[in-house]
């Protein structure tokens, strides 16, 4: 029974991540309109909420089986974004409707490069971290600077540059 | 025991990670990531199987050890991926930032957004880890570009909304 008992916390993690799935599944497909990133909310903390309630007998594996949870959350939420909008994911597709292959051009007219450049500015207008006047933009929220400040400072620490575009 | 084997283990194993990339940082870098913490995770195991001999509770602690390090070994692998590629919404931020008070005019951002930035280094990237292949002037997919992409699909048909 104690064998079963260290297995079930041993597992907790990767049951917390299954029962995450399975909510953002049902949610999506039951909840009309709903968008992705509310559903990658609301599995997660069903997943935490399952940790909570099999894992709390013992504060120390309940703080390492929290952070496994964390962990594994990250990385369905990176999952999701690579099957739906990666721009990588983007560009395999339209490359695989295609034997002959694609120029750059066309990829690019195809991908939508311009759309996604558009998409993501108007994201910005109407969330009202940027404003336009006379034909130029000035930032109104901080909140996406600071964000990009520590990007860049995790970028520093771990990979060692500022951009993927600085040698 | 756990905290120690597991969370422990992947700080020293970031921090080993972080003094080999000072020193050169590999080609083909996820693939040294996933050596260096999965190499360590199985010497660690072997080492601790070994000294409390492979009995029935060792193996179930292993076992708890094993998840909890491959969750923060596999979650930090994903955030380095992300690392490496700039945002474009923080891109665009950054530059509307970096103006001041006079401003971003709106060709100027335009112009940062251009297919160099958007869609090269990420085709770049296809053909590093051999997903795409340049032939005859054209981007053609690879048999590995078009599994991942299949797999991929899959999932995408449980998450399209109509």
């Not at chain 1, 108007?122 to 940027?130: A, E």
Request: proline fraction near 2%; glycine fraction near 6%; aromatic fraction near 10%.
């Amino acid at each position: 029974m104690n064998y079963l008992n260290d297995l079930v916390q041993a597992l907790v993690p990767v049951i917390g991540l299954a029962v995450n799935v399975l909510i953002q599944l049902i949610s999506l497909k039951s909840i009309p309109k709903i968008s992705l990133l509310k559903t990658i909310v609301i599995g997660f903390f069903f997943g935490f909420a399952s940790i909570l309630s099999i894992g709390w007998n013992n504060p120390y594996v309940l703080i390492a089986n929290s952070i496994a949870y964390i962990f594994l959350g990250y990385c369905y939420f990176s999952f999701l974004g690579l099957v739906d909008y990666a721009r990588r994911t983007v560009m395999l597709r339209q490359l695989e409707k295609v034997e002959t292959g694609l120029s750059l051009e066309e990829i690019s007219v195809r991908c939508g490069a311009g759309e996604m450049a558009s998409l993501r500015l108007k994201r910005l207008l109407t969330k009202g971290h940027i404003t336009l006047q006379d034909n130029r933009y000035y930032m109104r929220k901080q909140t996406l600077v600071i964000v990009a400040k520590v990007v860049t400072l995790m970028k520093l620490l771990v990979v060692g540059k500022k951009s993927e575009f600085v040698k | 025991m756990i905290l120690t084997f597991s969370v422990g283990a992947f700080l020293v194993v970031f921090l080993i990670h972080i003094g080999i990339w000072r020193i050169k940082k590999p080609l083909r870098q996820t693939r040294v990531l996933l050596f260096i913490f999965f190499g360590f995770l199985f010497a660690e195991i072997v080492f601790l199987g070994i000294k409390d001999h492979f009995n029935g509770p060792v193996l179930i602690e292993l076992l708890h050890i094993s998840v909890i390090y491959t969750s923060m070994a596999l979650g930090y692998i994903v955030f380095y991926s992300a690392m490496e590629v700039d945002s474009p919404s923080l891109r665009m931020v950054m530059a509307i930032h970096d103006e001041g008070s006079q401003g971003l005019e709106r060709g100027l951002l335009d112009n940062l957004m251009t297919e160099d930035v958007l869609v090269k280094p990420r085709l770049m990237d296809l053909i590093r880890d051999e997903m795409v292949v340049f032939s005859d002037s054209k981007y053609k997919i690879a048999p590995k570009g078009r599994s991942l992409i299949k797999i991929l699909n899959l999932y995408y048909g449980l998450i399209e909304r109509k």
